[in-house]
């Protein structure tokens, strides 16, 4: 249970706002006053001491996908695949415990880091699994391999026509090589049920281990049985059944197909629990950039006929206005600077029509042109940006955009500047979700454009004040508030981005109750 008035005492309060004295005041489950002790103390107050400390508003990671991480996390991960022989390897020993017709499924290749820096074909996965369906996902979320039994069980063969915003390699003669890029996925993901391999208990640990690096609150993006990760099975259904277990707090954003989807998917979040609420549609306008399907006005520098796919459509500005209507917010997935104007001149068409702008998130914000953040900061709409993804794309990401582009890739500095309001996040599973790493990654950018490289307390700002109103909650450490805040072991504006990544959460707090991190 919540305990009453508490005082929380540490060497300093640290926000994106500057220092707030040394003590935070809550009672129950929300902050009355961070100030100095000396003022907040008083005769038979509960006081809990961290010296040597800092208290910090907890961490927020605005975009990630709470389901496919617990499945990263619990299930076979092929991030350490670094060649065809390697990922044959662990598809062979990962897939001897299942069933002699059970699918294989795993998340998280990375073929750019693999010899070769090429994808697998079905006949590479049939070596490892000649008559196992097998389906796996580049780590990206945006392009998965079938092998030829996956492909036969869903009836994917030459005469399969691409679908609408998706398409299957094929090779010269026709036949499909197994690699599925966006829609397409789903002809395979759809027809390999796996959603038995995740447990609730998973899920769980899965987001105690959010809170333990002092994560308190996520925009967790999730599906309805469709989509990439269709074979994970109904991932709002998935989280409804842990929602009064929650350790932390989850503000869903729904990828729906339909309105009368939407609906009952708001519906069924909002009867889960006060830390489970349905917040608004995610759809996609494009792809990835290590894809190749974040839709580009130019093509590609490292491949020239490609300008990628793009998906937004009709049905997302009708999802979009129906979001609105139900009280929500829209975030729409813009990697490619074409799917970014896009989604720009939706919104602005949104606006127009009435809508409120701080309502309205671009995820990823990846490739933006400088007429474009103009057009964004004059709209008001927010960025929601993911600097881990620099982490992982900083070997190539210039060969992929081109030198005139690379500039205007990731342009964390130049959105700032332009007075954007911003949200930070991971997008996990596709990156882990560090918030530390996020900041220090935000500040110092693996050194890919310096100059576009945050300020300290920006960085900060990603994952707190940011992330919270991207989130639809009140300002951190703010009266009244929730009492979601985190004590470390350093200042993370005070030291440099290699000691940020080197942070240690000491507790975390979610609405007034420290989180047990070792009850997983």
């Not at 490292?302 to 998906?311: K, Q, S």
């Amino acid at each position: 249970m919540t305990g009453g008035r508490r005082l929380l005492v540490a060497d300093a309060v640290r926000t994106a706002r500057g220092v707030h004295g040394n003590a935070v005041l809550i009672d129950g489950s929300r902050v009355i006053a961070a100030g100095d002790r000396r003022t907040l103390d008083a005769p038979g107050l509960a006081v809990h001491e961290f010296p040597g400390a800092y208290l910090l508003p907890g961490m927020r990671d605005a975009h990630m996908h709470p389901v496919p991480y617990a499945s990263a996390l619990f299930g076979t991960s092929l991030e350490a695949a670094t060649s065809i022989a390697a990922l044959q390897d662990i598809i062979r020993s990962e897939s001897t415990a299942l069933a002699p017709d059970a699918p294989f499924v795993a998340l998280r290749l990375d073929d750019e880091s693999m010899v070769g820096g090429r994808l697998p074909t079905r006949f590479d996965l049939d070596a490892a699994a000649p008559d196992r369906p097998v389906l796996i996902h580049r780590y990206c979320g945006h392009i998965a391999v079938a092998n030829t039994a996956a492909l036969e069980r869903a009836g994917v063969d030459r005469s399969t026509p691409d679908p609408v915003n998706g398409s299957i390699d094929r090779d010269p003669g026709g036949e499909p090589t197994g690699v599925l890029r966006e829609t397409a996925i789903e002809l395979v993901s759809t027809r390999l049920d796996v959603s038995g391999s995740i447990t609730d208990r998973m899920l769980l640990d899965a987001l105690i281990g959010l809170a333990a690096v002092g994560i308190t609150s996520i925009g967790g993006i999730v599906g309805l049985g469709d989509g990439p990760w269709a074979s994970l099975g109904d991932e709002v259904a998935r989280i409804v059944g842990v929602a009064d277990r929650l350790p932390i707090t989850v503000h869903a954003f729904v990828i729906a197909r339909s309105v009368a989807a939407l609906v009952d998917a708001a519906r069924r979040l909002d009867e889960g629990s006060d830390r489970l609420r349905w917040i608004g549609y995610k759809g996609f306008a494009d792809g990835s950039l290590g894809g190749h399907t974040a839709a580009m006005h130019a093509p590609f520098a490292d491949r020239p006929d490609e300008f990628g796919t793009m998906r937004l459509d009709a049905s997302d500005r009708e999802l979009a206005v129906a979001s609105l209507e139900m009280g929500g917010m829209v975030a729409l997935h813009a990697i490619g600077d074409r799917a970014n104007t896009a989604v720009i001149d939706l919104y602005a068409d949104l606006i127009d029509d009435g809508a409120d702008p701080r309502k309205l998130r671009i995820e990823h914000a990846s490739v933006l042109g400088r007429a474009d953040i103009e057009r964004i900061a004059r709209l008001g709409v927010v960025a929601s940006v993911q600097p881990s993804f620099l982490g992982s794309e900083f070997e190539w990401i210039a060969d992929r955009v081109g030198a005139d582009r690379i500039v205007s890739t990731y342009p964390f500095a130049s959105l700032d500047f332009a007075g954007v309001p911003m949200c930070g996040g991971s997008d996990s599973p596709v990156e882990a979700p560090d918030p530390w790493a996020g900041m220090a990654l935000a500040r110092d950018r693996a050194g890919v454009t310096p100059s576009e490289g945050l300020l300290p307390d920006r960085a900060l700002a990603l994952f707190t004040d940011g992330a919270a109103a991207a989130l639809g909650e009140p300002l951190p450490l703010s009266p009244g508030s929730p009492a979601d805040l985190v004590i470390v072991d350093r200042d993370p504006v005070v030291c440099d981005p290699d000691q940020l990544r080197e942070t240690v959460v000491y507790e975390t707090w979610v609405r007034g109750e420290r989180v047990d991190v070792d009850a997983g």
